[in-house]
């Protein structure tokens, strides 16, 4: 419900992070199910209101009188309405379940699509192990294949779901649970913490932007790349007080000084779709507004407010667009 709030004013992607319109082979499935599971709870509830309708209308009677079947038979009833029928149906259910689960964790080629990902009170950051970069509240993955997603946690436990594309896996620290996503056509998917992790648990938004092999191979050779230095005078006077200021010792822009490990990689930050692992639409305003003051936009998170003036917060914010 946050989620939805907060993306209908945060148009990046058009795509609802809706469970019912699946866009993957696993949350297909999943589903799937809970449209069997809708059906069934339907009709059982359905027929109990029935017979409880039944009850009040015909009031109390002799138990043994000769017109009432019901009070003759009610060992009978008892039995078969309240144990035989719900064993068989909650058997029925339980196999199909299992018929989704096995689907579901279906695995593809581990050693061709992996990506780590870490939960962070209150962001994601996102690893390519074979390419050897990593980013942050952004997945690209290629469309049509599966792909492998090994969740780990460095603090508390979180929970990694893509509504449309895959089921819900919990990041528990000092373990790795291995998910597999697959995306049946190009777009936007979001994603989002599924597991009460904090006062910014619900500003714990990721996007998964599938895409063909082709583009997602280019965009990985772009993303190895390290940043460029900028040349414009204002961006240049951004970078110095990047490096000189407190935002080196946090954050690592890949080609510079810049190596800290305790916020995302800001390397290719500019061609990221939100900041603030999806507190607002990645543009100039919203930018200079969370760097000027990140706890307006997301109280309780870990980047300190700067003490910047205008000027530098310009210059700062013209540091931060070059990175492309
Ligand atoms: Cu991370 Cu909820």
Redesign the pocket.
């Known amino acids: 419900m946050t989620a939805a709030v907060l993306l209908s004013g945060c148009a990046v992607t058009s795509e609802t992070p809706n469970a019912l319109i699946p866009k993957g082979p696993a949350a297909e499935e999943i589903a799937g199910l809970w449209w069997v599971m809708l059906g069934v709870g339907t009709i059982v509830y359905l027929v109990v209101l029935g017979l409880l309708f039944l009850a009040i209308w015909r009031g109390r009677r002799d138990p043994t009188g000769p017109e009432n079947w019901w009070g003759r038979n009610s060992r009978a009833f008892i039995l078969s309405a309240g144990v035989i029928f719900p064993v068989i149906i909650l058997f029925g259910v339980y196999i199909i379940t299992l018929g989704v689960l096995r689907s579901v964790s279906q695995s593809g080629d581990s050693q061709r699509n992996v990506i780590e990902v870490i ?1 962070h ?2 962001w994601w950051e996102v690893n390519y192990p074979e390419q050897d970069f990593r980013t942050a509240n952004e997945l690209h993955i290629p469309v049509g294949e599966k792909v492998q997603v090994r969740l780990r946690s460095a603090d ?1 436990i ?2 990694f779901w893509v509504p449309q594309l895959s089921g819900k896996l919990d990041l528990i620290p000092g373990r790795t649970n291995t998910l597999w996503v697959e995306a049946d056509s190009p777009g936007e998917y979001w994603g989002l ?6 006062t910014q ?1 619900a500003k ?1 938004l990721f996007v998964v932007v599938a895409q063909p092999r082709q583009s997602y191979e280019r965009w990985l050779t772009e993303q190895q790349e390290a940043a460029r230095e900028p040349t414009a005078e204002a961006a240049r006077l951004g970078r110095d007080l990047f490096m000189e200021g407190e935002c080196a010792d946090c954050h690592t822009i890949r080609g510079t000084e810049a190596a800290g490990d305790l916020g995302p990689d800001l390397t290719h930050f500019a061609r990221r779709l939100t900041l603030g692992a999806g507190a607002a639409p990645n543009n100039r305003g919203h930018l200079a507004g969370w760097i000027a003051d990140p706890h307006g936009l997301k109280p309780g998170n870990f980047m300190p407010a700067t003490k910047l003036t205008g000027e530098e917060l310009n210059t700062l914010v013209a540091y931060l667009e070059t990175l492309e």
Do not use: L, N, R
Request: with cysteine.
């Open positions: 939960g009170q209150w508390v979180h929970s913490c599924a597991e009460f992790c904090g648990h714990m």
